[in-house]
């Protein structure tokens, strides 16, 4: 149903980036030198990023370096207090996750997403239950929740053994998926997914990034948090670098390698700091040796004077 | 698993899914333990009693059963949600009382006092719900304060109000016949006597099976048990459904209540203490999660039926009935490692 429609916006997206209705430039999602302060303290400033359809936007950064407070503003936690936060163009302050729910964007969370005694089914359907039936004899039409929930899971490439089986049971990626899968069925434009590999192993990890491809190639915009530029430089199109609450680069993929985006992340200013620490302490010749020469390829690689894209 | 390509998702069969016989299928179920106990029970006392299998003695043991197993409905459904309540035993009677004490105060109709008995039996579900979800306190103190106001306001209250421990008999108020035959009358079944409770405990467990397993409110119940946050973030109605169950228990120990104050005519403003652990007890040996998130209705009546053989069983065995209680903990202990080991077991086939 959704499919059509969106890749055609997928493709005239990726040519010009305009809303094909209208034809005037739009994104579907779009923050321009947002920022966030709890009391004095600055939580987040000056981040800019888009997102499309089809695309996928992935947000890096360390810990406490703001992606939390980005992407709780725009799922409805939080409210941003500077600049300006568009959806389809339209600027909006989102009050509730329901809020942000009912204008299509859907995060999913690392942990908060199913019950896991549950059978697969009852929790792709948790809170939307579908019913038949009218008065007291009102029920949930089981056959058809089965039924979708095997046909959505397997489109996201998910090949279910058993639907009454316990979420439980699943691993860590393909519970992942199903709520991935999730958010795409109950018309979820955006889907934002918190560090979904964060506590998962190399192959489960391959599996999680294979459905943010699906999801993109079902015309959905990701927003993919993460702190590893090896699974976000694959599937990304366009790259937030986040550091102490502030943007220190937001790339198109064509501008960046993945060895700038790691140098970027890994920070040379940090490895230098480290060998200074080393050298002072003296007797660890081989170590500091080490560091020494990784900074120095850090600070080679780093992107000065790449193009920062601004909306 | 692997994760290789997508196969056709309509093929009947998944190779990958080892042939379940129904047996094993049927080992899966979360009551299955407590029916393994009440098989092996049920033989025990047919073999060591004469009496026993005999009608008139099987009815007085579904009667024992549907006492318990009335209250077991709710509380079961309660379990599942992920909370219990201490405060059912007392407030079954607190439910009597209601009725009994302001239909006689004031020479009503009895079934005024049927029907303001419903709405306070109700009102103390709602009031452990609502504290319970505004406070976030566990279920066992929330409900553990209840339990001990409720013991306390049935005996103060019956004393002032009455005059006695007991209260006060309302057989001669209008209504009171009309009532009994609601709440404590008996249905010959070719020429055996079984109690109306039988019927209610029938009736309670198939709607409670059926909201369980096949309503939007019995997906809630089990997600507000297994995990609320979930449930939760994902749009489920978690203060209602939680309060909802309370109001449930309420219900139970309404009718419960009507029970034992219509097949006498008064009440004993201090019973009931106690009777909290045997409905708790047989939702657990019915299989029902003590953490939550798992169990079912049919299991809390099975639960409720071995109590009942028990109860009786050693009556009619002409045993000493002091060992009762031993037994019951016997019982509790064998059923629950049953249960644990059959799930185990189901799960890995």
Known sequence: ????????????????????????????????????????????????????????????????????????????????????????????????????????????????????????????????ELTTGAGP?????????????????????????????????LSGGERQCVAIARAVYFGAKVLILDEPTAALGVKQSGVVLRYILQARDRGLGVIFITHNPHHAFPVGDRFLLLKRGRSIGYYEKKDITLEELTAQMAGGAELAELAHELEQLGGHAEALNEVKTEAAAVAEVAPEDTTVVRD | MTHTATAPASTALDERIGRRSPFQKLLGRPEVGALVGAVVLFLFFSLVSATFLQPNAFATVLYGSSTIGIMAVGVSLLMIGGEFDLSTGVAVISSALTASLTAWYFSLNAWVGVALALVVS???????????????????????????????????????????????SIARLDGFDSARAVFASSVSIGGVEVKITVFFWVLLVAIASWILLRTRVGNWIFAVGGDANAARAVGVPVTKTKIGLFMAVGFCGWILGMHNLF???????????????????????????????????????????????????????QWNPDWFKFFLGLMLLLATIVNLIVKRRAELK
């Not at chain 1, 997102?51 to 936007?57: H, I, L, M, S, Y």
């Not at chain 1, 899971?153 to 089986?165: S, T």
């Open chain 1, 1 to 128: 149903m959704i499919m059509n429609a969106q890749q055609i916006d997928q493709q005239t997206l990726l040519k010009d980036e305009k809303d094909p209705l209208t034809h005037t430039p739009v994104h579907l999602l779009s923050l321009e030198n947002v920022g966030k302060h709890y009391g004095n303290i600055i939580a987040l400033r000056d981040v800019t990023m888009a997102v499309d359809n089809g695309r996928v936007t992935c947000v890096l950064g360390d810990n406490g370096a703001g992606k939390s407070t980005l992407i709780k503003i725009i799922a409805g936690l939080h409210q941003h207090d500077e600049g300006t936060f568009r959806i389809m163009g339209e600027e909006r302050k989102l009050s509730s996750p329901r809020e942000a729910l009912d204008s299509g964007i859907a995060a999913v969370y690392q942990d908060l997403a199913v019950v896991s005694l549950m059978p697969i089914w009852r929790n792709f359907f948790l809170g939307s």
């Open chain 1, 137 to 169: 004899f009102k029920r949930m039409d089981v056959a058809r929740m089965k039924e979708i929930t095997k046909k959505e899971l397997a489109d996201m490439g998910i090949d279910l053994r058993d639907v009454e089986q316990p979420i439980g049971q």
């Open chain 2, 122 to 168: 109700l009102g103390i579900g709602f009031i452990n719900g609502w504290i319970l979800v505004k406070t976030k306190l566990p279920s066992f103190i929330v409900t553990l304060a209840t339990f001990l106001m409720l013991t306390g306001l049935n005996l103060a209250l019956t004393r002032l109000i009455g005059g006695s421990v007991s209260s006060p």
């Open chain 2, 263 to 317: 097949a006498f005519d008064a009440v004993q403003s201090g019973e009931g203490v106690g009777n909290e652990f045997l409905y708790i007890i047989a939702a657990v040996i019915g299989g029902c999660l003590l953490t939550g998130g798992y169990g079912s209705a049919v299991g809390g009546a099975i639960g409720a039926f071995i109590f009942g053989m028990a109860n009786k069983g050693i009556v009619y065995a």
